[in-house]
């Protein structure tokens, strides 16, 4: 039903309001014919999801049928979490707030509005960490071993070009496309793959080797060189997938160049010893470690962060292959996993393992506060969990 300016005026005096204290236009709301209290979904965006929307982004939400729906954007990963409102929110096509009504009008406007639906609750965004674990189990259902591997009897293992992996992985295509270089994934022929770790040591081996029979140093490897040699031997674009891997880039005299990394050479390289033992003597695998490694390069303890562990309650001590990316990827499950391992620890064995977990402006001080508890012995602070493990 309509309202005239006069029986506006008239509800105003009964509620006892001055017209003057109150914009002019005034929304009489009547209920749609079409109503329907289901039809739409609230969603509560901050200025940076509005601006990327206003200048022709998209937001997508993305799971399996058995995920916790999160949304995407190009960059970051959202949860989605419904939040419950005591205020009724109606939904008025056409509405204006009062900052787009004019404030200099004299006479009283009506303006009819019809509400087309309502909501007691709204989808509330809460930035969280991409959901990757997913991506390296699916890559390595079919990895690669080299083109003379790549036979028949593979043709019917699953392939992901980036489309069919932004459609199963809870990740924005920017934290999508960064994993996949942090996990040594490579494009071969439009679908991703993961080298498989052995084959991709024997790329890393041709080159190092190449490396010190030309006497070249590690800071100063030429790509083209390196491809007239080594491309005999392995596929072209193989040799230059693990230089990128190892190495940094750099152009001189339009010669393109790598300098090899180091710590990532001498990372891998205890991966290779210690994948195949369940338990390596500390004192024998630093010196078996030190050989293995390219002449020139020096290996530290400091270099197997996230990767290794040692054990030095044992006698005598010992180190085994424990990898970040094989824990659990729910923080909680994360510390149940490491307090079931080992009882207590101290923040330098821990932080390797939690540091990936922490948040927007989080610490892993916070999150050993929230999750852990900590005592002293003999001078050492430890940390213990917080609840009881079965």
Not at 56 to 83: E, F, M, P, W
Not at 204 to 210: F, G, M, P, R, S
Request: aromatic share 8%.
């Amino acid at each position: 039903m309509s309202r005239t300016p006069e029986e506006v005026e008239a509800t105003l005096q009964i509620a006892k309001l001055d017209a003057e204290d109150l914009r002019s236009t005034v929304h009489c709301l009547s209920f749609n014919q079409a109503f329907d209290s289901g039809e739409y979904t609230l969603m509560e965006l901050d200025d940076t999801l509005c601006k990327e929307i206003e200048t022709g982004g998209s937001l997508v939400i993305r799971g399996d049928k058995n995920d916790h729906a999160v949304l995407c954007s190009q960059n970051k990963t959202y949860d989605l979490k419904i939040a419950d409102t005591s205020n009724l929110l109606l939904f008025i096509p056409g509405g204006k707030t009062s900052d787009q009504l004019p404030a200099d009008q004299k006479e009283l406007n009506v303006v009819q509005c019809e509400i087309a639906g309502f909501s007691n609750h709204y989808w509330e965004l809460r930035r969280c960490r991409p959901k990757l674990k997913k991506l390296k189990k699916l890559l390595m259902e079919n990895t690669y071993e080299g083109p003379e591997n790549e036979s028949e009897n593979n043709k019917d293992l699953p392939l992901y070009a980036t489309n069919d992996l932004l459609d199963q992985i809870q990740a924005s295509s920017e934290e999508l496309m960064n994993h996949l270089k942090i996990i040594h994934a490579c494009n071969i022929k439009g679908f991703w793959r993961v080298l498989d770790f052995d084959y991709e040591m024997k790329l890393l081996n041709h080159v190092t080797q190449l490396v010190d029979s030309e006497s070249w140093s590690f800071s100063r490897v030429p790509l083209k060189v390196c491809l007239q040699e080594l491309g005999m031997l392995e596929p072209e674009e193989m040799i230059e997938h693990c230089l990128h891997f190892y190495g940094k880039t750099f152009l001189d005299d339009g010669e393109v160049y790598f300098a090899l990394d180091e710590e990532k050479i001498c990372r891998a390289t205890a991966q290779m010893l210690l994948q195949n033992a369940v338990k390596f003597n500390l004192g024998d695998f630093q010196e078996v470690w030190q050989q293995s490694v390219p002449e020139g390069m020096t290996t530290r303890m400091d270099q197997l962060k996230g990767l290794a562990l040692v054990d030095r309650t044992s006698r005598p001590e010992t180190i085994f292959l424990l990898k970040t990316e094989d824990l659990p990827e729910d923080t909680q499950e994360r510390f149940n996993s490491l307090f079931t391992m080992r009882e207590k620890w101290t923040e330098a064995d821990i932080a390797p393992y939690i540091k990936d977990l922490c948040g927007e402006k989080q610490t892993i001080g916070a999150l050993l506060t929230k999750y852990a508890r900590s005592s002293v012995q003999n001078g050492v602070k430890l940390y213990n969990s917080r609840r009881p493990l079965f």
